[in-house]
């Protein structure tokens, strides 16, 4: 982990980067289906947040518009060997300066039951009740900006 590059945006290649790593974490290693996983939010529009080290994608987010004041972050991923070093924090960070320069009032999660401590660490709050989406149980988190 010597060169650190986080690039956020909507180019072919962090579209790329961000399916590899969302392939090796949550289709491999999870075991989520293909076609859940990759979905029609995955367009040329899609704005991707990419962490790597080098040349090689470690962690990703995804940022989704829902209407003019909300927006949705989602397929937070880090590769496995690269967990436990903040890694998914910065990714999400970046995305949430992104919505404050958009003017987005309030950021949504749909997160893993499992990693809502994680957003909760970053400011989010639990909405609702847990659910169950793919097949895993979830949750929904939000915060105002």
Same mark, same amino acid.
Do not use: W
């Given at each position: 982990?010597?060169?650190?590059?986080?690039?956020?945006?909507?180019?072919?290649?962090?579209?790329?980067?961000?399916?590899?790593?969302?392939?090796?974490?949550?289709?491999?290693?999870?075991?989520?289906?293909?076609?859940?996983?990759?979905?029609?939010?995955?367009?040329?529009?899609?704005?991707?947040?990419?962490? *790597?080290?080098? /040349? +090689?994608?470690?962690?990703?987010?995804?940022?989704?518009? !829902?209407? #003019?004041? %909300?927006?949705? $972050?989602?397929?937070?991923?880090?590769?496995?060997?690269?967990?436990?070093?903040?890694?998914?924090?910065?990714?999400?960070?970046?995305?949430?300066?992104?919505?404050?320069?958009?003017?987005?009032?309030?950021?949504?999660?749909?997160?893993?039951?499992?990693?809502?401590? *994680?957003?909760? /660490? +970053?400011?989010?709050?639990?909405?609702?009740?847990?659910? !169950?989406? #793919?097949? %895993?149980?979830? $949750?929904?988190?939000?915060?105002?900006?």
């Amino acid at each position: 982990m010597e060169d650190l590059r986080l690039e956020v945006g909507t180019a072919v290649h962090l579209r790329a980067a961000s399916s590899y790593i969302r392939m090796r974490v949550f289709v491999l290693e999870k075991s989520l289906a293909l076609t859940d996983e990759f979905d029609q939010n995955d367009t040329a529009e899609t704005i991707y947040s990419v962490l *790597f080290d080098g /040349n +090689l994608p470690v962690a990703t987010a995804r940022f989704l518009f !829902e209407t #003019d004041e %909300v927006a949705r $972050i989602g397929r937070v991923a880090t590769l496995k060997e690269y967990r436990g070093k903040q890694l998914g924090s910065q990714v999400v960070k970046a995305l949430e300066a992104l919505a404050r320069k958009k003017q987005i009032k309030q950021i949504v999660i749909h997160a893993e039951l499992t990693a809502a401590e *994680f957003y909760e /660490n +970053l400011g989010y709050l639990r909405v609702g009740q847990p659910y !169950e989406e #793919d097949g %895993v149980p979830c $949750i929904t988190l939000d915060k105002g900006l």
